[in-house]
Each structure stands twice: as C-alpha cells, then as structure tokens.
C-alpha cells in the first residue's frame, strides 16, 4: 500500500531518489487495488493538501460534484479531512496525534470516499506522523530519597520515568545529571524499550560533611528541536537501607468492563521489604501512567488498591499500562506493571446517517426506485455491532443492502399521490447485543403529481328549470366537477360542447362561466315555443395532456302565465255575428249554447273559468264555470225577450289572472224566418268570390257526411227539439285563430290544436236555413269530448244541426 507524504521532499541523494521510484511503484499498485494511503504529519495546516484523491484513483475531475463525492469515517467520529473540487485531500482540522492515539506507535486514521449514481466506495488510510511538539515530563517535579551512608559505591537508585506524549525518535531519548561529587546518572533500557535512569553511587556518602544533597536530572527526547524536562532529586542521607521492596509478581493483568462504576477495584498490588522498622515500611504510587489514565484511576498509597475514578470508555481507550512502585521508608524503591484490558459492552445505540435523499418522488415512479441511501454505524465491536435494518409495514418501501453497512430505500410497489401525498418513513436500526439496542429515524417522502385523473362530475346528469320570459345573463344552475390531481393538474375548466337547438348554436342559448361551471342564460326564452333543450358540458383539466369528463344538463323551460286565454267560438272576426238559435220551449236546464276557449300557457295558467259579466235578462241564462256551457235557468216564456245578448268573460287560474270576453247572440223563436234580421254590418258583396268558394267546400263536406248522418238517424231513436243554428253570411273559425300550441289540461276548457274546426255557413242569402258544423277532425274532436260528459252536448248540438239539413232537403 503506497505512503505518502505531504511534505515537501527535496531529493538530493541517491538514497532519496530510490525511495521516491519505490514510491510510484507502490502508487500504481494502489491504484489498482481501489484503496489509498497517506502519511501526513500532525498538526498540519488547515486546507494542507495531502494528495489528489482523484488522480490516484483516475477518477474525472468533473464527476466529482455531479456524483457528490464526500468523506466519510468507517465510525462516524470526527472528520479531520476533506476533498475539494479538484480532487485534493485536505486538512480540514487540526490533526492531534497525541490525543487521537495516545502511546500507540501506528496512528491511522480510516476514512471512506463515498460517491453516488451509482455507488462506489474506496478506502482511504491515513498515517499521522508524529512531530516533536510535546517535551518530557516528569511526575512529580521532585525526587526525594533517603539515602544510608553506609551504602556501598555502585548502589543504584531507580529514578522516575519522564513521559513523553510523543512516540519514537520524538520520545524520551536519554536523561542527564548535574555534575556532583557523589552520583552518576545510568541510563538503561526496560523490557518496553523505553529508557530508563538509575542514580549510581559513585563516591560514599558522608552525613556529617552533608546530609542533604540537591541534584537535577533532565529527560530529553530525540526530535528537532530537541524538547527537554527536569525534576529535582532531594537525597536525605540516613543510616543504612540495604532491602529493596519485592513485587509479589511483576506484571498485573486485569480485565475490566467498561461501564464499571466509580470506586470499583480493579487491582492491589503488593511488595515486601526485607528491613525492619522504617526501613521496611511501604507505601504505593503510580510510577508512570498517562494523562488519560490519571483521571480514570487512582492508588491507595498505603494499601497498594486501584480503583477506578473516572468513567470508563471501550470507544475511546482499549487497554490501559500503569506502572506503580513500591517505596520504603528510607526511599528504596521497584516497579511493577498494571496492564488494563476493557471490556466491551453494549452501550453504543446503533446511529443512523441519512447520505443521500430524493424528498421528492413522481407518483409514476418505476417499482425499485431510488429515494434514499443511509449508513449504519455501532462504535461496539463483534456482535454487538451486527446491525439489522428495516422499515415498517404497509408502505411501499423496503431497505435493500448494499456495500458494507450502507442501505438504499427503494419502491416496492407503484405509487399514488391521490391515496397518499407523503410518507414519513421510520427506520429502524437493531444491534446484536444482549441485550439489543435500537435507534429509529423518520424520513419524510413527498409524491410529486402527474395528471391521471379526469375530472368527475357530482352528478351524473343536471336537471334545471328555469321560468319563460326570464332576464337574459341569469344563472340557471351551476356543475361541479372534482378532479383529485394538485395544482395546474386539478384546476378544472368548464365549456359547453358545440351543438345545434332548434338549429340555433347552443351558445345563443346558454354560456358558462370557465372557472366556476356556473351556467348563464344568453336569451329569454318562450314556453309556447319549445320547453326543453340539452346541453353538453365538458370539465377538462389544466395538466398536460389534459384530461377531460362530459355531463349532460337538461333544461325545462317552466310555463308563466303570459297568454290571455283565446275564444274560438262564438267567433268575432268583425265581419258577422253569429246567433243561436233557442226554442221558445226550452226548459230550465236545456244546454242553449257553449263558448270554447283554449290558453297556450300549461297547468293552472291554462285553467279556465267562464263567467256571464252581462246579459239582456240577467235572471234567465247561466253559464258553466269551467265547461262554458250556456243553459236556461228557467223555463222560457213569451214574455222574455226574443233577442238576448250575453257577454261573457273567460278567465285562466295564472297569477295574475289573464281573461278574455265575447258577445253570445240568442234568437228566442221557433221559426228563424220570424226572428228580426241580423245584417252584416261589415259584409261587401266584393266577397262574392270568396263565398263561391265556400259554398262549394260546403257541398263537398256534407255529401261525405250524409251518409254518415242517415246511419245516425236510424240508430238514435230521439225526437227531441234541438236548437237550431241560424247563420247570417258566411262565418269561418279559421286555425288562424289558435296558438300554436296548447297544453294537455283535461276538463278544464282548453282543447289541443288538433282540434281546431271550421263552421261552414250559407253564402249570403238572408232567408236560407241551411247551416252545418263540423269538426276540423272529426276523430279527435270527438276523442276528447268523450273525456268530459258535459261536453257531449256539443256533440248533440252538431248531430241535431245535421238532421236538420237532412229533413230540409227531403
């Protein structure tokens, strides 16, 4: 695996030369295995350019930002480097050796590039170099011992160990000790390789000439600059000490669980001195122990106890090394080794990183699509840093493994923003401990909208009625029509479809308001002219392509009472009146004559009442209220009026109420040639053609009914007296005089147009009685009477009027 180094190399030598040739040869298998490593020296700047990530793995410069090319750590611990857009590595804090790795001599820090679409992963190695910036120091900043004078020379006296936070060449390298006239400084090498001093007695002591001796021992390390620290060696000089303390083993081993409470015991150590009295009494200190482990454990100076003082973490430190020592009374001392192992447990909850996030998802999106990718991490070791990953159930997403602890969420089934607009997604991370530990995370989705619904209408078909004669621009009724798309996808637009009304455009008819579906009558309408129409409205919405529903309105046009009713007969066409005929014998109750009247209106618009407003004798005839029919109220006499004139008012039920009035003229006699004369005020005999024509339509209708008439004759057995139609001139009820429609309204008065009819008169002569009335259609005059009983009168009235003709002309 190739080192490099972010220093800036001069080659000067051969031997320089050759190692920067190993070098490359060591780059170009590096590239080719897919993992990188670097060397860089602690406390380097920040933006220090370490390497080109992206050379080394020929990867385009240019991909770097559309792949989101990152850093990450194997840990999720703290990120001291980072990558450019050029593809640098960079310092981006700065870099601790000491703290991150404390004594360890190999300080690596692992990281991952991580670049996405698709996915790829390299492992990148980084060395940290220690640099000399830490000096030696001592733990305690004097030395004191007590010293015999009888000590022979050549006694060695075990000296503190200076610490030195750096490794290597940069650590303790040698001690030296100030010139004096009775110790010399041995400097040696323990089983760690770590050096060591012992204060050699060079000269005997002489407590009489000095009891106290003053010295300075200096520890130096081997970095540029060299880094130096002194302590101060206080020699008290007693009688003779000749035992030193005696470890009852020389390496302690402990094994010891991470979370162990405060004041927990990890170990006691003990010595032995083979002198008495105060030269064999003992007491116990750390001899060497780290920055670290200082805060985490203490010794009892008395009994040789350690106990746990701080707060024990497997993540940050594994194992611990202590020395302690055993001193006794008048300063002998010797080492032994406390050597800590920690123990993992399950106390790290598993974290998950969210590295990558589509939050905006098209609701046609292919099963199997990528929306996330996330990164599992458990600082634990072995099985209590397995992790399992999943979601929760009923969403159409699942968590699909990829490289090493990374997982990508993906659709498993189609997707509808109709049914369900966003997702908050919870994750759910388990470890393998006993017992486990679980963390979750939310990550919300939202369904972006594709237009895939049509606009549907509240009712399948409208119904709206509307009054004739009404304001043009009104509203008649409004449509509705839901579309569950979002936005420009679910605003609907009403319009009316293009077609033909009584071969008139739609559109002169009705519009509709685009927005609201509210829809406008363009025009009055007429009920006598037509009472109902349909129209096409089309909802269509704003997506692309729209999509579009349509939906049928009907419209009925309701009848207003705006026709008078209209009288067909008697007629008054101000050219003859027309007189009936009434036999001085007619009795109280005989039908004498019926006004018929028809309204174009419908309903109770078209419900008729008749009413006499005057009469020639008031006390004499009566008309029916809703049948017309005029009948004697009394007997006849000789002393009533031979001519009677009645008006007569016909009014319909419409609010308000519309009428119309007509003159009805009787001839009380039994002769028509005694009856005074009608003359038509108005008649020219110019009208002779017109009268030629209508004697000869005349002849033609009654040689086609005779036949008919004999047959009737025969069969009705009846003699009864009928009045008698006189007719002055001729008189015609032409269809002219009937609207053009008339609504279905039984009993009431008003007949169908098919029942229109004429009266056929005599041609002028003043004298003649002959006279004969049809039916414009006989079949269905007839048809309808027959509905009514009162209105067979009519029928007996025409029958009579035949006979009449037929006995005249025998």
Same mark, same amino acid.
């Given at each position: ?95 601790? $050796? ?43 900043? $004097? !030395? ?11 006694? $060695? ?99 010891? *669980? ?80 406390? !050597? ?47 992790? $399992? ?22 659709? =498993? ?23 486990? *530990? ?40 409004? /449509? ?114 019926? /006004? ?104 033609? /209708? ?23 139609? *006189? ?34 008169? =005599? ?48």
């Amino acid at each position: 695996m190739l080192s490099l180094s972010s220093k800036d190399v001069k080659f000067g030598t051969f031997k320089s030369v050759l190692t920067a040739v190993l070098c490359s040869l060591l780059f170009n298998l590096r590239t080719v295995s897919g993992d990188l490593s670097y060397t860089v020296q602690e406390e380097m700047k920040h933006q220090h350019v370490i390497g080109n990530v992206a050379n080394d793995l020929g990867l385009n410069v240019l991909t770097l930002s559309t792949r989101k090319a990152r850093i990450d750590t194997e840990d999720n611990s703290k990120r001291y480097v980072d990558i450019n857009l050029t593809g640098d590595l960079i310092i981006a804090d700065t870099i601790d $050796r000491e703290k991150l790795c404390g004594s360890r001599q190999n300080c690596i820090l692992n990281y991952e590039l991580v670049l996405e679409n698709p996915l790829e992963l390299h492992r990148i190695s980084l060395q940290i170099e220690d640099i000399n910036d830490n000096a030696p120091k001592f733990l305690k900043e $004097r !030395i004191t011992f007590e010293i015999s004078e009888s000590v022979n020379k050549g006694q $060695r006296y075990r000296l503190d160990e200076a610490h030195d936070s750096d490794i290597g060449q940069n650590g303790v390298k040698g001690y030296s000790l100030e010139r004096n006239d009775h110790f010399v400084l041995s400097v040696q090498d323990n089983n760690n390789g770590r050096k060591y001093a012992e204060l050699v007695l060079e000269n005997e002591l002489d407590r009489e000439q000095q009891k106290d001796i003053y010295l300075i021992l200096t520890a130096f390390d081997g970095g540029i600059p060299q880094r130096s620290g002194t302590a101060g060696i206080h020699i008290i000089v007693l009688d003779a000490n000749d035992n030193i303390p005696v470890f009852s083993q020389p390496v302690y081993k402990i094994t010891l *669980l991470e979370n162990a409470p405060l004041g927990t015991e990890v170990v006691t150590v003990s010595a032995s001195d083979a002198d008495e009295g105060a030269n064999g009494a003992l007491t116990y200190e750390f001899s060497r122990i780290s920055d670290g482990a200082a805060h985490l454990f203490t010794i009892d100076k008395q009994t040789g106890q350690i106990k746990v003082s701080g707060h024990l973490d497997y993540e940050e430190e594994r194992y611990y090394e202590i020395e302690a020592q055993a001193i006794d009374g008048p300063g002998l001392a010797s080492t032994a080794s406390i !050597i800590i192992d920690i123990i993992d447990i399950n106390d790290n909850e598993p974290r998950i990183i969210l590295k990558a996030l589509t939050d905006l998802i098209p609701e046609n999106a292919m099963v199997g699509t990528e929306v996330a990718i996330i990164n599992v991490q458990d600082k634990d070791t072995g099985d209590n840093r397995q992790i $399992r990953c999943s979601v929760q159930e009923n969403i159409p997403f699942k968590l699909n493994p990829s490289i090493k602890n990374y997982f990508s969420l993906v659709t =498993t089934s189609l997707l509808d923003r109709e049914k369900d607009a966003d997702y908050n997604i919870t994750i759910i991370a388990t470890d393998g401990g006993s017992p486990p *530990l679980s963390s979750t995370m939310i990550i919300h989705l939202s369904i972006s909208d594709i237009n895939d619904n049509q606009p549907v209408f509240e009712q399948e078909s409208y119904i709206t009625y509307i009054v004739e004669n009404n304001k043009p621009g009104i509203s008649i009724c409004s /449509v509705t029509a839901r579309d569950p798309d979002w936005r420009q996808n679910g605003t609907v637009l009403y319009s009316l479809v293009p077609s033909m009304v009584n071969s008139v455009p739609v559109s002169s008819f009705l519009s509709i308001n685009t927005a609201t579906g509210v829809i406008h009558a363009m025009k009055s309408f007429d009920y006598e002219r037509f009472r109902n129409f349909k129209v096409q409205v089309v909802a269509r919405d704003n997506g692309s392509p729209p999509l579009s529903s349509n939906v049928t309105v009907s419209v009925y046009i309701t009848d207003e009472n705006d026709n008078s009713p209209q009288i067909l007969y008697p007629s008054s066409d101000g050219k003859s009146f027309l007189t009936e005929m009434v036999p001085k014998a007619s009795s109280s109750g005989s039908l004498v004559s019926k /006004v018929i009247a028809v309204d174009a209106d419908s309903g109770q618009n078209a419900w008729l009442s008749y009413q006499i407003l005057k009469a020639t004798d008031a006390g004499l005839f009566t008309i029916g209220l809703h049948n017309g029919e005029i009948r004697a109220l009394r007997d006849i006499t000789e002393s009533d009026s031979m001519k009677q004139n009645l008006i007569v008012s016909v009014k319909d039920n419409g609010h308000p109420s519309l009428s119309a009035t007509c003159s009805v003229y009787l001839l009380i006699s039994d002769n028509p040639a005694e009856g005074p004369e009608f003359k038509d005020r108005t008649y020219e005999e110019s009208n002779s053609k017109i009268t030629f024509y209508l004697i000869i339509a005349l002849v033609s /209708v009654s040689t086609f009914f005779l036949t008919f008439i004999v047959l009737i004759v025969a069969i009705k057995f009846c003699n009864r007296r009928k009045p008698r139609l *006189l007719f002055d001139g001729a008189v015609a009820i032409p269809s002219a005089y009937l609207p053009p429609n008339y609504a279905e309204v039984e009993g009431a008065g008003t007949l169908r147009s098919s029942y229109n009819y004429d009266g056929y008169l =005599t041609t002028g002569s003043r004298t003649s009685d002959f006279k004969f009335v049809t039916s414009y259609n006989d079949n269905t005059f007839s048809g309808t009477l027959k509905k009514d009983p009162e209105d067979s009168n009519i029928i007996n009235l025409l029958d009579s009027c035949n006979s009449l003709e037929v006995r005249q002309k025998i």
